[in-house]
């Protein structure tokens, strides 16, 4: 179950992969940035489940924990470029560079996509050529394409978060394969991604204006991410295509009360008041409202005259 705000942000995030999906307005990324243990988890499960049960060509949902990450970029890089080449990604890769296989056709508009050099990114991958392609810059090999020695050159920057770098390719690859099936990158605690790195992988994601990519990001409001994509709205090489969702991030008691009445409309309102003190976050509310300890809240709190 969840509370009305909860609901509300779920039910826009549909609203953005319905549109995604069907082609009507481009891959697009959408920032909830509401803080930790708000319920972002919460709703991120029920866009999944969402998305799920969606009519038409089967999508592709990749699900990424910023928590599960490594702390260094080049980790978290290796991380990502696995997470981004399975769900299906990899297979559905495989049918669009070979058409002859089984579901191999490649659909109406994809080939515009793949005309624009996607599919070299998609063939590298395949061919395993990314492995190892998150080292740092400066590597031997690199600093010979630079303009000063030991110095990569932006187009040859094949650094965590350079466009040459793996997640960039694999991001670019997931564009190139939404054109034959919709793609959902669902990002939670993107707070812990290194924001150039997440920047990186979320452009390259929704750059192209032929994709069916959806990429949410639950990040905290004043994140270093939240920050640069809420500048990158505006000026970025993806100015337009990345917006915020409309959700309260408050916790506040008044807002943990009224959550607490919302999970359990027959609970008393001195019993909401006392769980609201009891806890500091959603997650907690949500916790004890679906344990057996909202049972001793009722019992502990004065009866409410009739």
């Known amino acids: 179950m ?3 705000r909860h609901q509300a942000a779920a039910g826009e995030l549909a609203q953005w992969w319905e549109g995604t999906r069907q082609r009507g307005i481009g891959s697009r990324a959408v920032l909830l940035a509401v803080p930790a243990r708000w319920g972002r988890t919460t709703v991120l499960d029920q ?34 470029r696995d997470c981004l080449m399975e769900a299906g990604v990899r297979r559905r890769a495989a ?14 508009g994809a080939g515009s996509l ?10 590298f991958l ?17 600093a010979g394409k630079a303009g000063t020695a030991g110095k990569p050159s932006t187009a040859a920057d094949d650094s965590p978060s350079g466009e040459n770098g793996a997640v960039a390719r694999a991001a670019r690859a997931v564009a190139a394969v939404s054109a034959s099936a919709p793609v959902a990158v669902i990002i939670d605690d993107a707070e812990c991604l290194e924001p150039g790195l997440a920047v990186t992988l979320i452009e390259n994601l929704i750059d192209h204006h032929d994709s069916r990519v959806l990429v949410v990001a639950a990040a905290a409001p004043g994140s270093s991410l939240a920050s640069a994509l809420t500048t990158r709205a505006r000026y970025g090489r993806t100015a337009g295509r990345v917006h915020r969702a409309d959700a309260d991030p408050r916790m ?25 003190r009891q806890t500091r976050t959603f997650a907690e509310v949500f916790a004890a409202a679906g344990s057996g300890s909202l ?6 709190s004065p009866q409410v005259p009739a």
């Open 295 to 300: 049972a001793e809240v009722i019992q502990d």
């Open 95 to 108: 049918e669009l560079l070979c058409p002859g296989r089984p579901g191999g056709a490649v659909r109406p």
């Open 47 to 80: 866009l999944a489940a969402v998305i799920s049960r969606t009519d038409g060509p089967a999508a592709i949902v990749v699900r990424i924990s910023g928590k599960s990450l490594p702390d260094r970029p080049a980790g978290q890089a290796r991380v990502l």
């Open 114 to 123: 793949f005309a624009s050099g996607l599919a070299a990114a998609v063939w």
């Open 2 to 4: 969840l509370g009305g």
């Open 126 to 142: 395949l061919a395993g050529l990314a492995a190892g392609k998150a080292g740092t810059a400066g590597k031997a090999g690199t």
């Open 252 to 276: 506040g008691y008044r807002s943990r009360a009224d959550l607490a009445g919302e999970l359990c409309p027959r609970l008393p309102a001195a019993a909401a008041q006392r769980l609201a």
